[in-house]
């Protein structure tokens, strides 16, 4: 089992302990779940993707703190804000 800290936002920022896939797991590669695509079996059309846990990770975790909540005066106070401006950076 490898343990890995994660920041998670449930209905509140929280600290929880969960494990990690191995990264040299010949199944999953990695990601720790296998995807495989399914189809609708009248027209064989693409009718989605079912995810399965890989034995090489577990779906455990726990939860060790919760987060505090930012006071308001740290928030941010514009709520949307655009990224991609069209002005040159000089």
């Known amino acids: 089992m490898r343990l890995r800290l994660e920041v998670i936002g449930w209905s509140r920022r929280t600290l929880v302990l969960t494990d ?5 797991c010949p199944d999953c590669e990695g990601a720790g779940a296998i995807e ?6 009248d027209t064989g059309e693409y009718a989605g993707t079912e995810c399965y846990p890989c034995a090489c990770s577990t779906e455990w975790r726990t939860v060790l703190l919760p987060l ?5 005066l740290l928030r941010r106070r514009v709520a ?9 950076p000089f």
């Open 80 to 88: 949307h804000r655009n990224p991609w401006i069209d002005e040159p």
């Open 36 to 41: 495989r695509d399914y189809g609708d079996y």
């Open 68 to 72: 505090p909540r930012l006071p308001r």
């Open 20 to 24: 990690t896939p191995r990264p040299d």
